[in-house]
């Protein structure tokens, strides 16, 4: 028997979702960061630790990642983000929410905003992403580009197998990569907060022209784009850049009245 077989998919308290990645007491807003392939929340530690006083990190476990390695994974995103909805819908959180992910992640934080407003819940006050194409263009460039493989092969390239990134995470980045082949945009309203773009300037996945098409999915318009030497993983070599931006992107959103204010 597999060390998976027999647990309940996606079982779990609400809570385990969310993990907290840095103590701010006197912060005006939670950034829920959401997960890159193959990652546990912790991957955002050092994002975390660059962000101001003001911006409470809060990283989104995925089950089967980090401190949920003992969970079953989740295996279509509908499920995953039914089950993360619930999660936020049971969260005791008083703060306005910002979202941030990164390729998958991207997507990941785009839908879950959707599935708060569609529900009547507040949504976030910005989300962030990062070195994703727009939603509707997310299965056919990933199956005209044999994504899996294609992002592990630049995901290799890019850590060069450094101690931070052993040879066994790899399959759990390829895990993660078909896992969004199962992801199908639907038609339906646009978000209602702003949003901003985060992009490496040379992205063997991504390109400046795909990012941009975000343009279309957001009633309050892209309020930044920003461009970091480097690829798909531009982040581990711009921490503190992309803090810095978010964090003024985040002051830029916070300016304007609250979406349906």
Same mark, same amino acid.
């Given at each position: 028997?597999?060390?998976?077989?027999?647990?309940?998919?996606?079982?779990?308290?609400?809570?385990?979702?969310?993990?907290?990645? @840095?103590?701010?007491?006197?912060?005006? *807003?939670?950034? !829920?960061?959401?997960?890159?392939? %193959?990652?546990? /929340?912790?991957?955002? =530690?050092?994002?975390?630790?660059?962000?101001?006083?003001?911006?409470?990190?809060?990283?989104?476990?995925?089950?089967?990642?980090g401190r949920r390695s003992d969970e079953r994974r989740l295996s279509s995103v509908s499920r995953l983000l039914d089950s993360l909805t619930e999660a936020f819908? @049971?969260?005791?959180?008083?703060?306005? *929410?910002?979202? !941030?992910?990164?390729?998958?992640? %991207?997507?990941? /934080?785009?839908?879950? =905003?959707?599935?708060?407003?569609?529900?009547?819940?507040?949504?976030?006050?910005?989300?962030?992403?990062?070195?994703?194409?727009?939603?509707?263009?997310?299965?056919?460039?990933?199956?005209?580009?044999?994504?899996?493989?294609?992002?592990?092969?630049?995901?290799?390239?890019?850590?060069?197998?450094?101690?931070?990134?052993?040879?066994?995470?790899?399959?759990?980045?390829?895990?993660? /990569?078909?896992?969004?082949?199962?992801?199908?945009?639907?038609?339906?309203?646009?978000?209602?907060c702003p949003i901003s773009l985060f992009l490496g300037a040379h992205d063997a996945l991504v390109g400046t022209g795909d990012i941009r098409s975000w343009y279309?999915?957001?009633?309050?318009?892209?309020?930044?784009?920003?461009?970091?030497?480097?690829?798909?993983?531009?982040?581990?070599?711009?921490?503190?850049?992309?803090?810095?931006?978010?964090?003024?992107?985040?002051?830029?959103?916070?300016?304007?009245?609250?979406?349906?204010?």
């Amino acid at each position: 028997m597999s060390p998976s077989a027999g647990r309940r998919e996606g079982g779990s308290r609400p809570d385990r979702w969310f993990v907290p990645l @840095a103590g701010r007491p006197y912060a005006q *807003a939670t950034v !829920f960061l959401f997960p890159v392939p %193959g990652m546990g /929340a912790s991957f955002w =530690a050092p994002l975390a630790a660059a962000l101001p006083e003001t911006l409470a990190p809060v990283g989104i476990e995925l089950p089967g990642r980090g401190r949920r390695s003992d969970e079953r994974r989740l295996s279509s995103v509908s499920r995953l983000l039914d089950s993360l909805t619930e999660a936020f819908v @049971a969260l005791d959180h008083r703060l306005p *929410a910002v979202f !941030f992910g990164h390729s998958s992640g %991207g997507v990941m /934080a785009y839908e879950a =905003a959707r599935a708060l407003v569609a529900r009547n819940l507040p949504s976030p006050r910005l989300i962030g992403v990062s070195a994703i194409v727009e939603p509707r263009s997310v299965w056919r460039r990933f199956r005209e580009m044999r994504y899996p493989s294609e992002l592990v092969r630049t995901v290799r390239h890019e850590w060069r197998q450094t101690a931070d990134f052993p040879r066994l995470a790899l399959n759990a980045v390829l895990e993660d /990569a078909n896992l969004l082949l199962t992801y199908r945009y639907r038609e339906g309203p646009r978000v209602v907060c702003p949003i901003s773009l985060f992009l490496g300037a040379h992205d063997a996945l991504v390109g400046t022209g795909d990012i941009r098409s975000w343009y279309d999915h957001t009633t309050a318009g892209v309020i930044a784009e920003h461009t970091y030497l480097g690829g798909h993983m531009y982040l581990r070599e711009h921490w503190e850049d992309v803090a810095r931006d978010l964090a003024a992107d985040v002051r830029l959103a916070f300016s304007r009245p609250p979406p349906g204010g």
